[in-house]
Nanobody, 121 residues
Framework: QVQLVESGGGLVQPGGSLRLSCAAS????????????MGWYRQAPGKERESVAG???????NYADSVKGRFTISRDNAKNTVYLQMNRLKPEDTGVYYC???????????WGQGTQVTVSS
């Protein structure tokens, strides 16, 4: 089993910043925690969930075009934690942000419970 716990969401004004964190823990094989891609997805009201950013255990990253240059994803492998630094936030960044962990050593796709990010004046 893998549990993902997100934190760091909240209400921020346009142009502001937030930092999301997602800590992975559980009784699953250590290989799942050491070989994986962790990422952030978001879902706005009435819209489908979309990928925001991802990072693999080697540090390779990818971003949605809409957040490139504003968001930075990073991870601390020793803490099994992934971060999303969000700068210059826009109202369209509003949504529930979910953490995801995907490993070749597991057939499951793990998700956190989500954290709300609201960008509004």
């Amino acid at each position: 089993q893998v549990q993902l716990v997100e934190s760091g969401g909240g209400l921020v004004q346009p142009g502001g910043s937030l930092r999301l964190s997602c800590a992975a823990s559980g009784s699953a094989s250590g290989r799942i925690f050491s070989v994986n891609t962790m990422g952030w997805y978001r879902q706005a009201p009435g819209k489908e969930r979309e990928s925001v950013a991802g990072i693999n255990d080697g540090g390779m990253t990818n971003y949605a075009d809409s957040v490139k240059g504003r968001f930075t994803i990073s991870r601390d492998n020793a803490k099994n934690t992934v971060y999303l630094q969000m700068n210059r936030l826009k109202p369209e960044d509003t949504g529930v942000y979910y953490c995801n962990l995907d490993s070749p050593y597991s057939s499951y796709d793990y998700w956190g419970q989500g954290t709300q990010v609201t960008v509004s004046s």
